[in-house]
C-alpha cells in the first residue's frame, strides 16, 4: 500500500473522507443533487443572488464587452476599468477610504494578515477563526496568540503580556461553522487600550447584518473604528472574489506588499460585473436582508420545536452539532433521503468531538419550507439513533493549531 492509499484508508475510518457531489444548473433554494430536486440548506448564497436574472445578465453583457478574463496581475496589465469602478462602490458601501480586490476570501486573508505582520510583532487570532485567517497568521512572520473563542479576557490576557509588540487583532465578525458573532465592541475597546490595529472579516455578515446588510461591524456601530475590513463576493453576493477596504494608506500599502494580489491573475470581468450588480441589489432591495433574517429566526424556532437543542444566536448559520463524524456523515444521508441537502461538517473544519450539519436559512427560501426541513431533519436524527434532544449546543474543547505545522508563541493563560 502506497504512503498515499494509507492516508485515504485512515481517513475513511475515522469518518473524515470526503467527496464532491455533483449540483446540476444554478444555486437556489432547491438544487438538482444527484439527479434528484432536493431542498438545499447549506449554500452561503444567502441572497439568493447566485441565479438572480440581473447578476447573471450582468455577468454575460461583461463577458461579451470585456472577455473572460483580466490576463495578467493587476500590477502588469490586468487592472481594468471594472475592477476600480467595484472598488471605488465597495469602499463606498464600507464607508472606508479605499477598496482592493481580491481573487478569493482566502487570498485576501492570507495575503493581508501576512503583509500586516511584521516579524517580531504579535497576532491575536480567535481560536474558531477561519481557515484562511489560521493560514494568514502561519504565513505572517509575526508570532501568533490564539485566544479562546468570543473571550476577550483571554485576548486581554494576551494583549498586556505582548506588550508594545501587539500589532494586530483578528477575528470573524460571523463564524462560518458556529453562526456565532463577535464581541467587537468589547474587542474595539480593547485595541484601543493596547494600541493594536483590527482585521475583521464580514465574509458571512455582509448582506446579513447591520443597516443595508453592511455586517457585524455597521450592526454594533463601529464604522470608522475597524483598520481592515475583509469582505467576499461569493457568499451573499452570489459570485466570486473578496476584498480589503481600510483607509488609503493601508491600501497603497496592501497593493505593494499582498503577495496573493502582487503574484494573482485580477479578478474575471463577468464575476466583478456580477458583483456591482449584486451590490447594486444589496444596497436597493434591504427587505431580502430582513427576509434572511426571518427565515433565520423562522429555521431555528422549528428546530428548537422539534426538539434540537442550539446555542445561542440569530445568525442565518445555524449548526446542529452531533459530536461524531460517523454520526454527522449518516444524519446527512437520511435527511438526503428525505429531501434536504445539508452537508456534513467534520474535523478538520470544526473542532474534534463538535462534527455537525451546518444549517444555512436564505431569503429565497419559503417559511413552508423550512418548517417541512425542520420536521425532515428532526424525523432522520431519529432514524439515524442521534436523537434531537442529544444536539450538543455547546463548544467542545477547542483546539488550536495543527502542532507539526505551528510554533508556539506566546504562553496561554493557565
Not at 454594533?220 to 475597524?226: I, K, N
Not at 494608506?249 to 474575471?268: C, D, E, K, M, W
Not at 419550507?369 to 431533519?377: F, I, M, S, T
Request: hydrophobic share 45%; net charge negative; charged share 25%.
Amino acid at each position: 500500500m502506497s504512503e498515499i492509499e494509507e492516508r485515504l484508508r485512515k481517513l475513511r475510518e475515522e469518518g473524515l473522507y470526503r467527496r464532491m457531489r455533483m449540483v446540476a444548473g444554478p444555486q437556489g433554494p432547491s438544487v438538482m443533487l444527484d439527479g434528484r430536486r432536493v431542498l438545499l440548506l447549506c449554500s452561503n448564497n444567502y441572497l439568493g443572488f447566485a441565479d438572480h436574472p440581473r447578476v447573471r445578465r450582468a455577468a454575460a453583457e461583461a463577458a461579451m464587452r470585456y472577455g473572460v478574463g483580466a490576463g495578467a496581475s493587476r500590477l502588469v496589465s490586468g487592472n481594468m476599468t471594472l475592477h476600480r469602478r467595484l472598488e471605488e462602490r465597495l469602499a463606498d458601501f464600507e464607508r472606508m477610504d479605499r477598496c482592493v480586490l481580491f481573487g478569493s476570501g482566502y487570498l485576501a486573508n492570507t495575503g493581508v494578515i501576512a503583509a500586516m505582520a511584521q516579524r517580531g510583532e504579535v497576532v491575536f487570532s480567535d481560536a474558531l477563526n477561519h481557515a484562511s485567517i489560521i493560514d494568514g497568521c502561519r504565513l505572517a512572520h509575526a508570532e501568533t496568540f490564539v485566544y479562546d473563542h468570543l473571550d476577550t479576557d483571554h485576548l486581554e490576557w494576551g494583549l498586556r503580556e505582548a506588550g508594545e509588540r501587539g500589532s494586530l487583532i483578528v477575528t470573524d465578525g460571523v463564524f462560518s461553522m458556529d453562526g456565532h458573532v463577535a464581541p467587537l465592541v468589547e474587542i474595539v475597546e480593547l485595541a484601543h487600550r493596547y494600541d493594536a490595529r483590527i482585521l475583521v472579516d464580514e465574509a458571512h455578515a455582509t448582506g446579513a447584518l447591520g443597516p443595508e446588510g453592511r455586517g457585524s461591524v455597521a450592526a454594533a456601530g463601529l464604522e470608522g473604528e475597524v483598520d481592515v475590513i475583509i469582505g467576499t463576493l461569493g457568499k451573499a453576493l452570489g459570485g466570486y472574489g473578496a476584498y480589503a477596504c481600510s483607509d488609503a494608506q493601508t491600501a497603497t500599502y496592501l497593493v505593494n506588499s499582498a503577495r496573493t494580489l502582487i503574484f494573482s491573475t485580477g479578478p474575471p470581468p463577468p464575476s466583478v460585473a456580477a458583483a456591482l450588480a449584486a451590490l447594486e441589489l444589496l444596497r436597493s432591495e434591504p427587505r431580502q436582508v430582513e427576509r434572511l433574517q426571518r427565515n433565520a429566526r423562522l429555521l431555528r424556532d422549528t428546530l428548537a420545536d422539534e426538539g434540537f437543542r442550539l446555542s445561542a444566536g440569530d445568525t442565518q448559520i445555524v449548526p446542529l452539532v452531533v459530536g461524531r463524524p460517523e454520526i454527522a456523515l449518516a444524519l446527512c444521508e437520511r435527511a438526503l433521503a428525505r429531501g434536504v441537502f445539508a452537508q456534513a461538517i467534520r474535523p478538520p473544519t470544526v473542532p474534534p468531538g463538535t462534527a455537525r450539519l451546518r444549517l444555512a436559512a436564505m431569503a429565497t427560501h419559503t417559511p413552508r419550507e423550512l418548517v417541512w426541513a425542520g420536521q425532515q431533519l428532526a424525523a432522520a436524527a431519529r432514524e439515524v439513533g442521534a436523537e434531537p434532544a442529544a444536539s450538543q449546543p455547546g463548544d467542545a474543547e477547542l483546539f488550536l493549531y495543527d502542532a507539526e505545522l505551528d510554533e508556539p508563541s506566546l504562553e496561554r493563560a493557565a
